[in-house]
């Protein structure tokens, strides 16, 4: 069987497109026989005896309010309109092919490649609900388990985590699975579980699935396959949330080596993020991007949460120390800030248009807002930034001398 689905995974946004199989058009099948009669009324000569009657293989039609046409013709320019992303040419002329034929010798290929075309169009819910139809209606052929591939890409794009672990699931229990369909099966079922709080659970998967890419040098050098760059995403997942758990406000003795490992985190999960910078479908670089920016904020906002010193009395004494606060770890936003700029620029070059965009300029405006918010408090206190700068650079010239 053809499969045009089997080629490397294209860019998904999604669209409100309906999702009605019918497209509006009313469809028809009409069998043309063949008439034949062993003699002519009127005709003085006898006829010749016939046992049998002739017969004349019957040609299906498809009729619509448009054309007439055969299945193989509407099939050939379906398949074309596919190979040239005439998306709106390829899933009308497969509607009628899927509706037509919903169970024929040809049917998984229609309906994968309906999937494919709604794609396209940027209908992600349609295209997943497709391609879900395929692995239900034919279990046993090989277009299941390219149809499962591409719906756990669509469900990690509609954030629809539950559903992602139950279709990783499923490719995981076929029995003719590649190894590629593995990698992503077992980063579906990871990244799931990591967005579900079970970062515990989600490590053998994603270490397995990036493992097994490994070994067999999955994809080109300089662009990272989609499957490979979920599991990083998914790795990064799972470095944010330990990190996110540790706690440094109120403030320990061990505050520092406490803070110092929340950095260290934050940094490890920036190192998975990355690597889908280079991935063939920029959505996985725009999530990494926004996640990390994310961090930055956390991290940002649980510091300059941390109250006084106890042995801080006075007004002043709070003054100086929420200078130095502000001061020293300004930079923390203002990376955030960069890295969803980038993030947001990333998205406008390749026409990326998800929810992760929208939210990457909700963040960005959020960021601005507290950086200007932040610094007309500083210019308010009786402590310049030049002198806060000054005394931060004597306690680090003090905390490094050798002793």
């Known amino acids: 069987m053809k499969l045009i689905a089997k080629s490397a995974f294209r860019r998904k946004f999604p669209l409100q497109v309906p999702r009605s199989r019918s497209s509006s058009r009313a469809l028809g099948v009409i069998w043309l026989g063949a008439f034949s009669f062993s003699a002519l009324a009127g005709c003085a000569r006898q006829a010749p005896v016939v046992t049998e009657p002739p017969h004349l293989a019957a040609r299906e039609r498809i009729v619509t309010p448009d054309e007439v046409t055969t299945e193989p013709e509407l099939a050939d320019r379906a398949e074309r309109a596919l190979a040239e992303h005439r998306w709106e040419d390829a899933a009308a002329a497969y509607h009628v092919l899927t509706s037509a034929y919903p169970a024929g010798p040809r049917a998984s290929e229609y309906w994968l490649n309906l999937g494919l075309a709604m794609e396209g169009l940027r209908n992600t819910q349609g295209a997943r609900d497709t391609y879900l139809d395929v692995a239900r209606r034919f279990p046993d052929v090989p277009a299941a388990g390219v149809a499962l591939v591409h719906a756990a890409t669509l469900d990690a794009y509609l954030e629809d985590w539950p559903a992602l672990g139950a279709i990783g699931a499923q490719i995981l229990a076929r029995t003719d699975l590649d190894d590629i369909e593995r990698i992503v099966g077992l980063g579906a079922r990871g990244l799931s579980r990591a967005e579900q709080g079970d970062d515990q659970g989600a490590t053998p998967d994603v270490l397995d699935a990036l493992d097994l890419a490994d070994r067999h040098h999955y994809g080109p050098k300089d662009v990272l396959p989609v499957a490979v760059a979920q599991a990083q995403f998914a790795l990064g997942e799972i470095r944010r949330i330990r990190s996110e758990r540790i706690v440094i406000d109120p403030p320990t003795v061990d ?100 929810t992760w965009l929208d939210r990457a300029r909700e963040i960005e405006k959020e960021m601005q807002r507290v950086l200007a918010e932040e610094k007309d408090r500083l210019s308010a206190m009786p402590y310049t930034e030049d002198q806060a700068k000054e005394a931060l650079r004597i306690v680090e010239k003090k905390v490094s001398a050798p002793k």
Do not use: C
Request: charged share 20%; aromatic share 8%.
């Open 255 to 354: 505050f520092l080596e406490k803070l110092e490992e929340r950095a260290g985190g934050l940094l490890d999960a920036q190192t998975a993020y990355s690597m889908t910078l280079g991935s063939a479908d920029p959505h996985w670089a725009a999530m990494a991007g926004l996640r990390v920016a994310s961090m930055y904020r956390a991290l940002h906002h649980d510091v300059l949460a941390i109250p006084p010193p106890a042995n801080m009395k006075t007004t002043r004494e709070k003054q100086a120390f929420y200078v130095l606060m502000h001061v020293r770890y300004r930079i923390l936003l203002e990376k955030g800030l960069r890295q969803i700029q980038q993030t947001i620029a990333l998205g406008e070059r390749t026409y990326e248009s998800s």
